[in-house]
Structure formats: C-alpha cells, structure tokens
C-alpha cells in the first residue's frame, strides 16, 4: 500500500460546484498533514495546513481524520481558476521529510 | 526574498553525460529536499538534508549524489545520466521540517 494515496481523477466540475477530495495515509505516525495546489508546469505552493480540528479559509475547508487516517478537501462555489491538481502531503513525525501524493486533477468548465 | 532559485530551468542531456543542478535558498532554512517528478505522477524524494554538512538518501537516490557544504546551497549531481533520468526536478526547503516547503520552480531535464 503506498504511504498516501489520492484518486488522480481528474474531476470535470463546472463553475459554481462543490468538489471533494480524499487523500489516505498508511502510516499511524503521521503528524503533519498540507494540502499542496499545482499549476500546470508549474512548482507546488502550499494551499492550506489541515488541522485536526478541521479549519476553513474563504471557499476551501479542510478536514483530517485520525481514526480512518485521510484528510479531505472540500471547495465550495468553485471557479475557472481553481482548475489544477491538488496535491496530498503528509509528514511522519519525527522524520521531516514531505511525503507527496501523486495529486487529484481538477478541471472547472464554463 | 528570492525564495528558492533553480537553475538551469531547462537542459538535454546526452545519455552518459554529467552536470549538476544548482539550488540555492534565501531564507536560512536548515531543511531542503530534492524531488522528481514524472509526467502524471507525484513528487518523489531523491535525498534530503536537514542542515550543512548533513545529507541522507530518500526513496529513489541511485543515480544521483549530492552536497550540503552551506546553509543555502544544496546541488544535486547526475552522473552518467540515463533516459530513465529524465523528468522535472523541484528543490524544496522548510524552516523546521514538519512546516510549508516552499519550492523552486524546478529543472526540466531530458537525457536523449
């Protein structure tokens, strides 16, 4: 099983639309849990931290749940411009290294 | 802030050919990281380092070797490079490890 797996998609959503996305992790120890956006051709930038309490910023809402270890990504009211791939990235603790998913692909059409 | 830089941003390689990826950070981050990148695949971890001077391989290292002789500069070197070797690499850095990456905008590198 690999240590964090992500449905690639892609998911053709228009404008307007909620979309979620599941990442699940295999490793018990994991601490730190990110949600990573990519542009095509582009570096990944950091979206948003996942909290275990769960936390919002603007239209995106992310979640973690220990017990059935995945994360989620919730966007509401979607737009043309959230069109990219969304990367899941998990950190054990302890070991500092950024452990990616392979990513979700979002498509937003007119 | 530069942020991450990276350079080349593009080369072609000869298969056996040798050149070294530069990476340098501006923001005293003790962690860097080196990725590749397949087409429709996720970022995978070639080696990483948590400080100068300290430098440990990740999943996929063979083929490539690298140095962390300062705080900013973290190259990665490939010798005798092979098709196989072909893909995008990201250099990454973190101030404490279990925080944001921030990244370069990476090396697109096609051994023919």
């Known amino acids: 099983r690999k240590e964090v797996e992500q449905d690639p998609g892609p998911f053709n959503v228009p404008e307007g639309a909620t979309v979620a996305f599941n990442c699940t992790y295999s490793n018990s120890a994991s601490q730190s849990f990110f949600w990573y956006r990519q542009d095509c051709r582009k570096e990944p930038k950091l979206l948003m931290s996942v909290y275990s309490s769960g936390n919002e910023d603007g239209r995106f809402t992310a979640q973690l749940n220990r017990a059935s270890q995945y994360i989620s990504l919730l966007i509401r009211d979607s737009k043309l411009s959230d069109s990219a791939t969304y990367l899941c990235v998990v950190i054990k603790g302890g070991s500092y290294i950024p452990t990616f998913g392979r990513g979700t692909s979002l498509i937003v059409h007119p | 802030n530069a942020g991450v830089t990276q350079t080349p941003k593009f080369r072609i390689l000869k298969i056996g050919q040798s050149m070294t990826l530069q990476c340098a950070q501006d923001m005293n981050h003790n962690y860097m990281y080196w990725y590749r990148q397949d087409p429709g695949m996720g970022l995978k971890l070639i080696y990483y380092?948590?400080?100068?001077?300290?430098?440990d391989k990740g999943e996929v290292p063979n083929g490539y070797n690298v140095s962390r002789s300062t705080t900013e500069d973290f190259p990665l070197r490939l010798e005798l490079a092979a098709p196989s070797q072909t893909s995008v690499y990201f250099c990454a850095s973190s101030s404490q490890g279990d925080t944001e990456a921030f990244f370069g905008q990476g090396t697109r590198l096609t051994v023919v």
């Open positions: 380092s948590v400080g100068a001077g300290i430098t």
